[in-house]
């Protein structure tokens, strides 16, 4: 930087304004939309291969046809984990991020287009997997109701002090995969004493969404959200 | 990873703060307030910023960036102080219930805009 007594004469002019200011509007505006229809809405982020899409499909399973759901689906270029999730007889929009200029995240202005293809009416609980991704989705409100991050126990156990912002910012963990714990070195209770410094609170599920093992805890976290929400709106 | 988009999003909202009788003016410096715990990179954004300026009014600004650390506050025993690793139990109490005061901003602070014919050193 130039010192001081070179700097040309300016004029300085306050701005004073966020600059994610158009998301987060657009995120409220969203959120009005789906709380007006008694929607639930969660943001399930993680890094890619942690079992994301797998996790949903069996939550799927579990939830429908008693809760009635819908998913939009972040992928950067690709309608693979859409398809895996139509498979389940719930309606799924593919968003392909690439077509928005981004394709790390998806911000609220994607997730307001894409719920035009969803009729809000008759779903409880709208599902967004977001882009594998543990950095820039925490970044973006989208009008969600709750955050929910995935990590796997083929991950590193330090993941949640690495990430800590998404960590942070989330209501719920899900660490999948342990059905694969015999076979690796990966200390659970490390991990887990990772989650809990970044975000004490935070409820924990370990599941296998390969087996079903844990997915009750979970599927019973969810549900309740699902219903609180209803009642909010009667 | 979104950097250019922030860029876009920062000249977006610079442009429009030109007042609008100086809208030939060039804009020789945006001040931001980037918290330690949002996702930006403050060189990733300033070679985006370069790149995407280029035709607007913005083109050449130098940006400063303040990094805002990330201060908490205890909502149990009231304590304040600054998180420099990823913990996020009370210093003091050991709650877990706490507050984030700073650390996660993106902010355009202000736009610091050539003063015309001002100068007696003229030009660059």
């Given amino acids: ?190 991990a887990i004493a990772y989650i809990r410094q970044v975000n004490p609170a935070m409820p924990i599920f370990e599941i296998s969404a390969r087996t079903g093992a844990g997915m009750d805890a979970w599927i019973e976290w969810l549900k309740a959200k699902v219903s609180s929400k209803l009642n909010a709106r009667r | 990873m979104h950097e250019m988009g922030i860029a876009l999003e920062i000249i977006n909202i610079a442009t429009t703060s030109i007042p609008p009788d100086m809208r030939s003016a060039r804009v020789e410096r945006v001040n931001l307030k980037i918290g330690k715990l949002s996702a930006v990179v403050p060189d990733s954004l300033r070679f985006c910023f370069d790149i995407v300026s280029k035709d607007t009014p913005l083109a050449g600004a130098e940006l400063a960036i303040e990094e805002t650390p990330v201060v908490a506050r205890c909502k149990d025993c009231d304590a304040r102080w600054s998180i420099a690793e990823p913990v996020f139990t009370c210093k003091a109490c050991n709650s877990g219930a706490l507050e984030i005061l700073s650390g996660r901003e993106l902010d355009i602070v202000s736009i610091e805009i050539a003063e015309e014919g001002g100068s007696e050193t003229g030009g660059e």
Wanted: net charge negative.
């Fill in chain 1, 1 to 190: 930087m130039k010192p001081v007594e070179n700097k040309k004469p300016t004029r300085e002019i306050k701005v004073v304004r966020r600059v994610l200011a158009v998301n987060e509007r657009m995120a409220e505006q969203n959120r009005r939309r789906f709380a007006e229809k008694g929607v639930f809405v969660i943001n399930v982020m993680s890094s890619p291969g942690s079992g994301k899409t797998t996790t949903l499909q069996k939550t799927l399973g579990r939830l429908m046809p008693e809760v009635r759901a819908a998913v939009i689906v972040g992928d950067v270029s690709t309608t693979h984990d859409a398809d895996r999730l139509a498979v389940t007889g719930a309606p799924v929009v593919q968003v392909n991020t690439d077509a928005f200029g981004g394709d790390c995240h998806l911000a609220a202005h994607v997730i307001e287009k894409a719920a035009d293809d969803i009729d809000l009416d008759a779903i409880e609980l709208l599902i967004v997997e977001n882009v594998g991704n543990l950095v820039c989705p925490a970044e973006f409100d989208i009008g969600e109701d709750a955050r929910v991050v995935v990590l796997s126990v083929t991950e590193g156990e330090d993941k949640p002090v690495k990430y800590p912002t998404m960590f942070r910012t989330c209501d719920a963990a899900i660490l999948n995969k342990i059905d694969l714990l015999p076979h690796l070195d990966y200390d659970k209770d490390q």
